[in-house]
């Protein structure tokens, strides 16, 4: 999965990634942020809740400004 | 609004304009659906932001596309709002604080609020018993 830099923070992915580590071994591969998703469980669509999770995180962040 | 928006399957491309809907906006309008689709950002902060959208199970993903476009108007007109009035909603929750707090005042000003007070009493205030 790659998320565009644009609207995806680094920080934010990380923060993510922490809060997942029960669920899946999520690791950033490259500087275009492309994500490499290992499910730990057999829950269907992590990566893709996943990327909602980030995107909430990311609405959160910036209404907290 | 057909033009800008491309369906496959339960998925769907939407093209919004971020000049017309600025990026918190398009965040708080995508927020709204998450229970009901996969949603992720794509595109060009300056010329064309992509909303690419897979409906969850169960879920119309071309009522869900229509429904972001309608959600984008809603926030872009609530922020727009938020600002217009931003002003007046500091300068009444700065006054509900201090009426309450009167340790932020320094003696000065508080003497002034109380006299101001005190004046009012005199002249406006009217007693029921009176």
């Known amino acids: ?65 | 609004m057909d033009s800008n928006i491309t369906f496959n399957n339960n998925q769907a491309e939407l093209k919004v304009n971020p000049k017309m809907y600025p990026l918190e906006t398009i965040y708080s309008a995508a927020y709204v659906f998450l229970d009901n689709a996969y949603i992720i950002l794509d595109g060009n902060l300056e010329t064309q932001v992509l909303v690419k959208i897979e409906a969850k199970e169960g879920k119309d993903i071309k009522i869900i596309a229509k429904e972001f476009y309608n959600e984008l108007l809603n926030y872009a007109d609530y922020s727009k709002r938020a600002e217009a009035t931003k002003k007046i909603r500091e300068m009444i929750l700065q006054r509900a604080i201090i009426s309450n707090d009167p340790n932020v005042l320094d003696d000065q000003e508080f003497e002034s609020l109380l006299k101001d007070l005190e004046t009012d009493d005199d002249n406006e205030t009217v007693m029921p018993w009176e």
């Open chain 1, 1 to 65: 999965m790659i998320l565009n830099k644009n609207f995806y923070k680094q920080e934010i992915i990380e923060e993510a990634i922490a809060d997942y580590k029960e669920h899946a071994d999520i690791k950033i591969i490259n500087q275009d942020f492309n994500i490499e998703i290992t499910e730990k469980s057999n829950e269907k669509n992590i990566k893709k809740e996943f990327a909602n999770y980030i995107l909430g995180l990311m609405n959160n962040e910036l209404h907290d400004k």
